[in-house]
Structure formats: structure tokens, C-alpha cells
């Protein structure tokens, strides 16, 4: 069965380090999404694409995050430079269309900033 | 805008006991509605989604959800549980047509004991 992938699992950095998660989604799928999920919080969306472009971002702190997903296929989440409070769970999903509950999660990506 | 309160943050319950979790909505405009399960260190899988129809519905690992207009709410129900059912479970819920984005409740954490 298909799945989202993301890597890496785990990541701890250093305040003021850079640092970026990589998300391939589900073969065909057009729409891809980028969750951040605090510690005992549900799931936040920061950034939905659909293809290449970004069709909402307007959760995404843009002074310090930033998001590409160059050919419509894998993604990749950045934050420069990490903060305390980035410490979360980064979750990517994706679905074949802007139908939101269509959505296929990955694992995620558990960041740790210290 | 939509958003969603669950009312226990944590539900322990004993193995084959039923079990209930609440989960209220608010919006001003009809929505479409859902239930997710988080295994430990694991990505979101869908559990069941109500979006026109029957109030009552039916997803996997025999859970089950009503819809109730009137109160808005929409509680998810197991008539008995297994071990392996011990998750985090988040309600979520979407403007109509569900291209909105999903907005997730702050989860309730259930534990099943033997």
C-alpha cells in the first residue's frame, strides 16, 4: 500500500540552527500538506500546496519557516533558525485532490530544539 | 470560522467496557465532520467521516459516530474496546465541500487496561 514518507524521523538541533524536513507524498497525488502538532494539541495547518503552488500558507510564520515543492512531487519544509518553541511534531500529508478529508498522513517528523 | 472541543483530554477505560468520546463542533455554516486515530510516534489515519446522509456512521475497528445537528456535536462510540485501542483520537471538521482546511480538536488521549 502506498504511503506518505518523511524524513528523517527524529531531529534535534540547537536554537538558532537551521533545519529541514522532506516529505514525499503518495504517487499522483496533486495536493500536499505540511502540519505542525504541538504536544498535547491537534494538528495545525502551516502550508497546503496544490502541484507546485502554495494555496494557503497563512499559518505559516514566514519570518522563519519556508516551504518549496519545486516540481510538484516532494516537498521540503525549512526553519531558519529554530526557536524553543518550534518543538513539535511535523506531519505531512497529501490527496489526489483539495478535498480536505481525503488527506493520507506520513509519520511525521518529531523536532526537538535545545 | 469552524472549531472543535473535546471534552476529556484523557478516557481510561477497561479492556471489553464501552467506551464514548465527545467531541462538539461550532460553525455557522453546515460541515462536514471526522474522526482520526494517532498511534504512538505515528502519523493520522482516518476512522470515519460524516458528510451528508445518515446520522449515524459506521468506520474501522468497529468505532461508530452520530451526528447531532441540534447539539452540535459528534461522538465517537465503541461498544467494547481492545487493548489495541489505546491512541490519541482527534474530531476534526471542514467547511462544506470540504475543500476548507481541517481543523483538528485538542485530541483525547484513551488508555484501554486489561
Known amino acids: 500500500e502506498a504511503e506518505v514518507a518523511q524524513s528523517p524521523r527524529y531531529k534535534i538541533t540547537e536554537k538558532s540552527q537551521a533545519v529541514a524536513f522532506w516529505c514525499d507524498p503518495i504517487s499522483g497525488h496533486a495536493t500536499l500538506y505540511w502540519y505542525r502538532q504541538i504536544l498535547g494539541q491537534g494538528p495545525e495547518l502551516l502550508v497546503q500546496?496544490?502541484?507546485?503552488?502554495?494555496?494557503?500558507d497563512s499559518q505559516l510564520p514566514k519570518d522563519r519557516f519556508s516551504a518549496e515543492r519545486l516540481k510538484g512531487v516532494d516537498s521540503t519544509l525549512k526553519i531558519q533558525p529554530a526557536e524553543l518553541g518550534d518543538s513539535a511534531m511535523y506531519l505531512c500529508?497529501?490527496?489526489?485532490?483539495?478535498?480536505?478529508?481525503?488527506?493520507?498522513f506520513g509519520p511525521g517528523t518529531r523536532l526537538t530544539v535545545t | 470560522a469552524q472549531s472543535v472541543t473535546q471534552l476529556d483530554s484523557q478516557v481510561p477505560v477497561f479492556e471489553e467496557a464501552p467506551v464514548e468520546l465527545r467531541c462538539n463542533y461550532s460553525s455557522s455554516v453546515s460541515v462536514y465532520l471526522f474522526w482520526y486515530v494517532q498511534y504512538p510516534n505515528q502519523g493520522l489515519q482516518l476512522l470515519l467521516k460524516y458528510l451528508s446522509g445518515s446520522t449515524l456512521v459506521k468506520g474501522i475497528n468497529g468505532f461508530e459516530a452520530e451526528f447531532n445537528k441540534s447539539q452540535t456535536s459528534f461522538h465517537l462510540r465503541k461498544p467494547s474496546v481492545h487493548i489495541s485501542d489505546t491512541a490519541e483520537y482527534f474530531c476534526a471538521v471542514s467547511g462544506p465541500g470540504g475543500s476548507e482546511k481541517l481543523v483538528f480538536g485538542k485530541g483525547t488521549k484513551l488508555t484501554v487496561n486489561p
Open positions: 500529508a497529501s490527496s489526489w485532490t483539495p478535498v480536505s478529508y481525503e488527506q493520507y
Open positions: 500546496f496544490q502541484d507546485e503552488s502554495v494555496v494557503d
